[in-house]
């Protein structure tokens, strides 16, 4: 079952992959802004002739419906790209030429009926940014916040994945998570990881997801002392504090004491 908020968090992706406004994109697409809008905040599931349209301007179709990427993307590209060598036609009204610029950039050029030009440069991710490997982490990460935002905070306040992209771009310096470089991918994770600790640690998190806020306790320290080789610390700390050598039978404040002493050992 395709699930329009999953397909729309991919739309959102890949228009700012490409370099569009949602303005721009909608236009392109034969849609208002306020359809587009509803795509993407899946109020609405998306129609066939927009999928249509979209295609036409670079998006992966099929990782919007699916979540997995087209293995003839590149093809499609060279297909509706002209080559660097092709010419650009001089025209007037509104028309949208693509030509290349160098290596990695196009160069959208729209002559509006007013003849004003604007040039916009879109930057292609390269072998120097994240692996599709590492795209997937991220957005596995990216999605765990939005559901604990959800849980966790009212609804006026909770993070979109719009907010929560946005936020990881900017920290990132990129326009887009998929322009991350290669060695600010760690930098990344830590910062999404944060997130999620921030909000595993708000006083609402016990209450609201007990079970699940739990279950992730477990999950982060089991994992943490695994890495580090902190088994025997860890027994010694219960044993100690706790007068247990079992994680499952501490009180929430107990668990999370002992999580924040994890955390805090593992940062040193």
């Known amino acids: 079952m395709i699930s329009k908020k999953d397909m729309a968090a991919r739309l959102v992706e890949e228009r700012t992959r490409l370099g569009y406004t949602q303005a721009n994109?909608?236009?392109?697409?034969?849609?208002?802004?306020?359809?587009?809008?509803?795509?993407e905040h899946g109020e609405t599931m998306v129609s066939t002739d927009f999928l249509v349209h979209v295609a036409q301007l670079g998006v992966d179709?099929?990782?919007?419906?699916?979540?997995?990427?087209?293995?003839?993307?590149?093809?499609?590209?060279?297909?509706v790209i002209p080559s660097e060598n092709a010419p650009v036609n001089q025209v007037s009204g509104n028309v949208t030429n693509s030509v290349l610029a160098g290596a990695?950039?196009?160069?959208?050029?729209?002559?509006?009926?007013?003849?004003?030009?604007?040039?916009k440069a879109i930057v292609k991710p390269g072998e120097e940014h994240v692996t599709d490997e590492e795209k997937a982490n991220l957005t596995r990460l990216v999605n765990e916040i939005v559901s604990l935002e959800a849980q966790y905070r009212s609804a006026g306040s909770a993070k979109s994945h719009r907010a929560v992209w946005s936020a990881l771009n900017k920290h990132c310096k990129v326009?887009?998570?998929?322009?991350?470089?290669?060695?600010k991918?760690?930098?990344?994770?830590?910062?999404?990881?944060?997130?999620?600790?921030?909000?595993?640690?708000?006083?609402?998190?016990?209450?609201?997801?007990?079970?699940?806020?739990?279950?992730?306790r477990y999950a982060y320290i089991k994992l943490n002392v695994r890495e580090q080789g902190l088994d025997s610390w860890l027994l010694a700390y219960l044993q100690k504090n706790f007068a247990t050598a079992s994680l499952t039978t501490l009180s929430d404040e107990q668990l999370d004491k002992t999580?924040?002493?994890?955390?805090?050992?593992k940062r040193r």
């Open 25 to 39: 994109f909608a236009h392109q697409a034969g849609k208002t802004r306020e359809i587009l809008r509803k795509y």
């Open 61 to 79: 179709v099929q990782y919007v419906l699916t979540g997995v990427r087209s293995s003839n993307m590149e093809t499609v590209a060279k297909a």
């Open 104 to 119: 990695g950039a196009v160069v959208n050029q729209i002559n509006t009926q007013r003849h004003i030009t604007r040039t």
């Open 175 to 183: 326009t887009s998570y998929h322009l991350i470089p290669l060695e």
């Open 185 to 216: 991918y760690e930098m990344a994770l830590r910062f999404l990881r944060r997130w999620i600790g921030r909000l595993n640690s708000m006083s609402s998190a016990p209450k609201k997801g007990k079970k699940d806020w739990r279950n992730r």
């Open 259 to 265: 999580y924040r002493a994890v955390a805090a050992k």
